[in-house]
C-alpha cells in the first residue's frame, strides 16, 4: 500500500551544525505534509508544514523542501541546537481520498552531540 | 488553553480486561483523531471524529476496538478484551483546521 518512509533512522550532529532529514513518500495524491518533533515520552510536536503547491518554506532555524517529481521531503535545520534531540516524522495528508488522516513514516532520531 | 489532554498517562491491564483511553481535544476543536504507535516506529492512524460522528475509521481493527466523541466530554477509544499485541502508546490529536495537535499519549501496558 501507499507508504511514507525515511531514509535514515538516526543521524548524529555536532552542535552549531546543520542538520538535513530526508523523507520518501509514495502517494502521488499527497497535497500537504508536516513535520513533526517528538521527545522522549511526550506527543508529537508540529515543526513545519508545506502544501503541494509549494517547493519551499522556512520558518525559524528550519525550512522544509518538497520535490514533488521524486517524491522527497526534507527538513533543515540551521545551527543544531541539543535541544533539536529527538524524532523527526515527516506525515502527509491526502485531502481527496483520506481526509484528515495524517500517514506518518518510521521515524528518524536526531542526535546532537556538544 | 490546555491543550490536549489525555489521560490516564499509564495504563496496565490484564489480558481480557477492558481499557478506556480518554482524549479532551483543544478548547474549539471539533476533529479528533486516534493514532497508535508502537516501540521504534512512526504513529498509525486509526479513527478521526467529529462530535457524535465517526468520520474515517479505516485504521481501527475490525474486532475489540471502538471509538467515540459525544456531545459532552471527551473521546473515548474502548479496546475490550484487551491481549499483548495492544501493548503500546495510544495518541490523541484534534483539530479545527489544517493543523493538529497532538496529546501526551497514554501507554498502555497489557500483562
Known amino acids: 500500500g501507499e507508504s511514507v518512509g525515511l531514509h535514515l533512522p538516526t543521524l548524529s550532529v555536532q552542535e552549531g551544525d546543520n542538520s538535513i532529514i530526508n523523507c520518501a513518500y509514495s502517494?502521488?495524491?499527497?497535497?500537504?505534509f508536516i513535520w513533526y518533533k517528538q521527545e522522549s515520552g511526550k506527543g508529537p510536536q508540529f515543526i513545519i508544514d508545506?502544501?503541494?503547491?509549494?517547493d519551499k518554506r522556512q520558518g525559524q532555524r528550519v525550512t522544509v523542501l518538497l520535490n514533488k517529481t521524486v517524491k522527497h521531503l526534507s527538513l533543515q535545520i540551521a545551527a543544531t541546537q541539543p535541544g533539536d534531540s529527538a524524532v523527526y516524522f515527516c506525515?502527509?495528508?491526502?485531502?481527496?481520498?483520506?481526509?484528515?488522516?495524517?500517514?506518518f513514516g518510521k521515524g528518524t532520531s536526531l542526535l546532537v552531540t556538544p | 488553553n490546555a491543550g490536549v489532554m489525555q489521560n490516564p498517562r499509564h495504563l496496565v491491564r490484564r489480558r481480557g480486561q477492558e481499557a478506556r483511553l480518554r482524549c479532551s481535544p483543544m478548547?474549539?476543536?471539533?476533529?479528533v483523531y486516534w493514532y497508535r504507535q508502537l516501540p521504534e516506529e512512526g504513529l498509525k492512524f486509526m479513527v478521526y471524529?467529529?462530535?457524535?460522528?465517526?468520520?474515517?475509521e479505516s485504521g481501527m481493527p475490525k474486532e475489540r476496538f471502538s471509538a467515540e466523541f459525544p456531545k459532552e466530554g471527551p473521546s473515548i477509544l474502548r479496546i475490550q478484551q484487551v491481549v499483548r499485541g495492544d501493548s503500546a502508546a495510544y495518541f490523541c490529536?484534534?483539530?479545527?483546521?489544517?493543523?493538529?495537535?497532538f496529546g501526551q499519549g497514554t501507554r498502555l501496558t497489557v500483562v
Open positions: 471524529l467529529q462530535k457524535e460522528n465517526i468520520i474515517d
Open positions: 478548547k474549539g476543536h471539533s476533529h
Open positions: 490529536a484534534s483539530s479545527w483546521d489544517t493543523e493538529a495537535f
Open positions: 506525515a502527509e495528508i491526502d485531502w481527496a481520498n483520506s481526509g484528515y488522516a495524517l500517514n
Open positions: 502517494n502521488s495524491a499527497s497535497d500537504y
Open positions: 508545506i502544501r503541494s503547491n509549494m
